[in-house]
């Protein structure tokens, strides 16, 4: 089975612009908590709402599964190869589309790259204004992961309502004649 390639200049331009650029913040902005922090320091942004705190993850998102590390990086892996896969192939995509898959892509890229090169994620966002709701500490790569699948979620539910007005359109002009 041969597979098309489908992604337009656009499409392509949008894609690599948006994953290069989650990777550099990713990458800028643990590497000045790595050379400006000590693991465990705190610094408040502010105070009991936003911190700073250098912290090191081997697990998966919110520290889970740090006990099957290379099935985790195994999955990641399948996972970024398959979004690759996704913006090439995707025939109806859109800003939005490739914009989204593009942030989770780079966000998954950005943690990978963490795993490989130090055997575990540096995460520093903490964000503690609901202590009893969140009480995890994140970095940019999970953030550009959650909003890009935000995004993924919205772009599906815009995509199924046009063309639920497009068949609604379609049976007006036939005189209702598909009506069952």
Not at 65 to 92: N, P, T, Y
């Amino acid at each position: 089975m041969k597979l098309k390639i489908n992604i337009t200049k656009k499409g392509a331009i949008i894609s690599l612009s948006v994953l290069i650029a989650t990777l550099l913040t990713d990458f800028f902005t643990k590497l000045a908590v790595m050379k400006n922090m000590e693991i465990g320091q705190t610094v408040p942004l502010i105070k009991d709402v936003l911190h700073l705190t250098y912290i090191t993850n081997d697990g998966a998102a919110f520290g889970s599964f740090s006990e099957h590390r290379w099935v985790f990086m195994s999955l990641s892996m399948l996972l970024i190869i398959f979004l690759v896969a996704l913006i090439l192939i995707w025939e109806d995509g859109d800003a939005l589309f490739y914009t989204a898959a593009a942030m989770v892509l780079g966000g998954g890229i950005g943690n990978m790259i963490d795993r490989i090169a130090y055997g575990e994620v540096i995460d520093f966002i903490d964000f503690r204004a609901f202590p009893k709701l969140w009480q995890w500490i994140f970095n940019g790569a999970d953030s550009f992961v959650c909003v890009g699948a935000g995004l993924l979620i919205l772009w599906y539910i815009m995509a199924e309502v046009r063309n639920y007005k497009k068949q609604k359109a379609a049976k007006s002009e036939n005189g209702g004649a598909d009506r069952e």
